[in-house]
């Protein structure tokens, strides 16, 4: 029996659950994202801006690994360059950084909202 039997003999319907889990699975990733971050860059403000570094630094944080869990690399490199901005306690984030995230988390949010809307 030749490989090229083999592979035409092969069942791929597990294959295809797998993918369609994945598939799912990502979706729920995304409407999570969408739903507890349409409001994140707002709270981030109000922590640097009262004084809250460490609890600014964790939200950032978390955006950071969520950004890289949805494969946002954009959004992820903006979330890192805060995070070093506020080590150690120091609010060290600049104006430009701040927009920078601004920016890409409302692009993600609006191609993750109109994402979903389309399946």
């Known amino acids: 029996m030749s ?3 083999t ?3 092969n069942d791929y319907s597990e294959s295809d ?4 889990t994945d598939l799912e699975f990502i979706k729920t990733l995304q409407m999570f994202f969408v739903k507890n971050y349409k409001n994140l ?3 981030i403000k109000k922590l640097l801006d009262t004084g809250e570094i460490s609890a600014a630094h964790r939200l950032v944080h978390s955006l950071k690994g969520n950004a890289g869990q949805i494969e946002r690399a ?3 490199k903006a979330a890192v360059d805060v995070e070093r901005s506020l080590r150690d ?3 060290n ?3 430009d950084l701040l927009i ?6 409302n692009t993600v949010l609006k191609e993750l909202a109109a994402l979903n809307e389309t399946k």
């Open 74 to 76: 954009d959004l992820q």
């Open 89 to 91: 306690g120091k609010n």
């Open 3 to 5: 490989n090229e039997d």
């Open 41 to 43: 860059f707002a709270d």
């Open 93 to 95: 984030v600049t104006e």
């Open 17 to 20: 659950d797998l993918l369609e």
């Open 100 to 105: 920078t995230l601004e920016t890409e988390l």
């Open 7 to 9: 592979l035409q003999e």
